[in-house]
């Protein structure tokens, strides 16, 4: 099965030590919230859910109602490279660092 994105936000910051990332993630059946510290090569913490709902509510607490969080949008949402949802819904550009990968 493919396992797809649904849901992808970072603290705007970058950098192995301040980077902060929060991924939901489903294959259809199955849903999973992925904390990750450190950008790709940094730690992750994965946690089931039984659906969208509950693994909205874990990304939440995750986040901490922390502000700087933004979401990340997608090609499969046909935004353009680097734009970002913030938790309004309003969309803003946001230019990534060079080593920073493109969402």
Request: hydrophobic share 30%; charged share 20%.
């Amino acid at each position: 099965m493919t396992v797809r994105i649904e849901r992808h936000w970072w603290n705007g910051q970058s950098g192995q030590r301040r980077q902060r990332d929060v991924f939901i993630r489903t294959d259809g059946q199955l849903w999973e919230v992925e904390a990750r510290m450190g950008g790709d090569a940094g730690r992750s913490t994965v946690h089931q859910c039984p659906g969208l709902v509950s693994a909205e509510i874990l990304a939440d607490a995750w986040m901490g109602g922390r502000r700087g969080w933004q979401e990340v949008v997608g090609d499969s949402a046909q935004s353009r490279p680097g734009a970002h949802r913030t938790s309004l819904g309003q969309t803003q550009q946001v230019t990534l660092p060079p080593d920073q990968p493109q969402p």
